[in-house]
């Protein structure tokens, strides 16, 4: 007979994008949307558990990469919630910055932690499976991608106008799939 204990005051931590990028969508709402109402269910579930909730985000140019530390009712969640609420910055992102924020939580977070990545997963970094299978050594990891089908095919619209995240303009031609 064995006799299992629930667990109780687990770490949950969400990993969180909030980089320029994440101000786009053509489905109803944009990615930074999708991706804070995705943190706020699974917290909001966590701290019902009676678990420990903390985070960081990364990607905004403004703050770089911000730690929340876990503790216990909904203190942390609530920090976490305001700071995906900051305003986004302009400016060139780092895709390294999502490698950057995986190897903190790997060197940082507590042995036996759930970790939610919410981010666009839809780039291959060099590196992020490593960095992924070292965090799942000691970790649960779950990861919540958060895409738009406009990010892998662009519909037929003729030439459009876009703006990067530095303010540079680009025409493309959509009908042309030679761009």
Known sequence: ????????QRSVILCIDSGPHMSF?????????KAARSAALIGWA????HDRVGGVLFGN????????????????????????????ERGDT???????ALQHLDSGAATGSLI???????????GLERILGSLKQRNDVVLLPVDDPADRDLPAMGPVI????????????????AG
């Open 162 to 177: 876009f703006s990067n995240a530095a303010g540079e303009l680009l025409e493309v031609d959509t009908d042309n799939p």
């Open 25 to 33: 969508g053509t489905r109803g709402t944009f990615k930074s949307i």
């Open 116 to 126: 939610f990545v919410i981010a666009p997963l839809n780039q291959v970094t060099a």
């Open 1 to 8: 007979l064995k006799v299992f204990r629930e667990e109780r």
């Open 46 to 49: 966590a701290s019902k558990q």
């Open 94 to 100: 780092d895709e390294a910055q999502l490698m950057a």
């Open 61 to 88: 140019p403004a703050t770089g990469l911000r730690y929340f530390r876990a503790t216990p009712g909904r203190r942390g969640l609530w920090r976490l919630l305001r700071g995906l609420t900051e305003p986004i």
